[in-house]
C-alpha cells in the first residue's frame, strides 16, 4: 500500500513531501493527514479497503472517561471535518476488547461528536441510513481512534464488475497481485491465464494508467465534503501509459462476461483474449504476441482454482502441473499467483522466490513468486 500511495504521490502531488508511513495492524499504514492527500488516495489507491481521516485518540478504558475525553477535544477542534447541519452515523468495528459493548462504544462516541459540534454551534443530526459523515470507531493496542471514512463504501466496490463468475477475486486483492508480481507495464506483458471475470486484467490496467477508483456514478463520500469537494476532479495519472495485457479463461460464460467487463471499463485495446484452455495456447505466441506489442518481459499474475470447483483432487493436481509446465517455458518471465491449496507447490514445480500469506477473503492463502 505504502509503494502505490508513494507513486501516486510522484505524479500526483510532486509538491508533497511523504513521510514515512506508520503501521498500525495488519494491513493498515497511518500518515500525517494531508486533505491533498487523502483526496488522492480515495480517489486513486486501489489497494485500499478504506481511507480514513483519523480524528481523535483516547485510552479511555470505560464509556464515562470516553465521552468526556472526546467531548472536550470535539469541543475544542477547529478543523472543517464536520458542518452545521449535517448528518452523521457512527459504526465500531474491533472494539471487543473495551470495557462496554459495541452498541455502547457507538452511543457514547455519537453523543460526544453531536455535543462538542452543538458547543461550536453546529448541529450534527444522526441518520443511520444516508449519512455525509461516516464516522469510524475501532480499537489498536489499547487506543480507541475515532475517524472519518472518505471513502464511504469499502473501495474494492469500483462499480465496474456487474456480473461475475463464482467466487471472485476482490477487486482491491487483484489489484495487490499485480502489485506484489512488480508489474511494469512499461516494459513488461501481463498474462492471466485463468481469467475468470478479467478482473486481473482491468486492474493491472488501471495501475498502469493511474485510473480513478470509482466508476459507474459511483463516487466517494469525500467528493461531498466541503473540504474536499473544492479539489480538481479525478483523471488518470499514467494517461500515457499503454499496458500489454492478455487472457484467456476456458469457461465460455465467463469469457462473455469478460468481454463485456472490458467493454465496460473501455481497456478492450489494451487487452487481448488468446483462447479458452491455456494449455492449447503455444507461449511461443504469448511471447510473439508481446513483442508485437513492443516488449520483450513479461509476468503471469493469475489467481488458478483452489479445488471446491474443479470436481476431483486428480483434476486439480493436473491442473496445476500443467499449469507449471506451460509457465516454464515462458523463460525470462515471472509468475505470480494466489493459492489457498497446499498441494499447489508439489504440483507446479519450482521453488518460489517469495512466498508470502496472503488471505483470499475467509480462506488462508499464499502469493508466490517464480522468477522464470
Excluded at 464515562?64 to 475525553?69: A, K, V
Aim: aromatic share 8%; hydrophobic share 40%.
Amino acid at each position: 500500500m505504502a509503494g502505490e500511495l508513494s507513486r501516486l504521490v510522484r505524479r500526483g502531488l510532486p509538491e508533497v513531501r511523504l513521510e514515512e508511513p506508520k503501521k498500525q495492524g495488519l494491513g493498515s499504514v497511518t500518515y500525517p493527514f494531508d486533505p491533498r492527500l487523502g483526496w488522492l488516495a480515495v480517489q486513486h489507491h486501489r489497494t485500499s479497503a478504506r481511507v480514513l481521516w483519523d480524528l481523535y485518540e483516547t485510552r479511555a478504558a470505560r464509556l464515562e472517561p470516553l465521552y468526556d475525553e472526546l467531548l472536550r477535544a470535539a469541543s475544542e477542534d477547529r478543523r472543517p471535518w464536520c458542518w452545521d447541519g449535517a448528518r452523521l452515523s457512527v459504526e465500531a468495528y474491533g472494539v471487543e476488547e473495551f470495557a462496554a459493548g459495541e452498541r455502547q462504544i457507538v452511543g457514547t462516541v455519537k453523543n460526544a461528536l453531536i455535543d462538542g459540534a452543538a458547543s461550536r454551534r453546529m448541529a450534527l443530526t444522526v441518520e443511520p441510513e444516508h449519512p455525509e459523515l461516516r464516522v469510524q470507531v475501532r480499537l489498536y493496542e489499547g487506543t480507541l481512534v475515532v475517524s472519518l471514512d472518505l471513502s464511504g463504501r469499502p473501495m474494492h466496490m469500483r462499480g465496474y464488475r456487474m456480473e461475475a463468475g463464482d467466487a471472485p477475486l476482490r477487486e482491491d486483492l487483484a489489484a495487490l497481485l499485480v502489485m506484489l508480481a512488480r508489474y511494469d507495464a512499461r516494459t513488461e506483458a501481463l498474462f492471466d491465464p485463468l481469467a475468470g471475470s478479467g478482473t486481473i486484467a482491468v486492474e493491472a490496467a488501471f495501475l498502469a494508467k493511474g485510473r480513478p477508483v470509482w466508476m459507474s456514478g459511483r463516487k466517494p463520500d469525500a467528493e461531498r465534503h466541503p473540504l474536499f469537494g473544492a479539489l480538481a476532479r479525478p483523471k488518470p495519472l499514467f494517461a500515457d501509459t499503454t499496458p500489454v495485457l492478455f487472457v484467456s479463461e476456458i469457461d465460455r460464460k465467463l469469457r462473455e462476461t469478460m468481454e463485456r467487463t472490458f467493454l465496460t471499463t473501455g481497456i478492450e485495446r489494451d487487452v487481448a483474449i488468446l483462447g479458452g484452455d491455456f494449455r492449447n495456447i503455444d507461449p511461443k505466441l504469448v511471447v510473439e504476441r508481446a513483442r508485437e506489442r513492443g516488449v520483450e518481459r513479461g509476468v503471469i499474475v493469475t489467481n488458478p482454482p483452489y479445488g471446491e470447483r474443479m470436481g476431483s483432487p486428480d483434476a486439480l493436481r493436473a491442473l496445476y502441473r500443467d499449469l507449471g509446465a506451460w509457465c516454464w517455458e515462458l523463460r525470462g518471465w515471472r509468475c505470480a499467483f494466489l493459492v489457498a491449496n497446499p498441494e499447489f507447490l508439489e504440483a507446479f514445480g519450482g521453488r518460489p522466490r517469495i512466498a508470502k500469506p496472503l488471505r483470499n477473503g475467509p480462506l488462508r492463502g499464499y502469493f508466490y513468486l517464480f522468477e522464470g
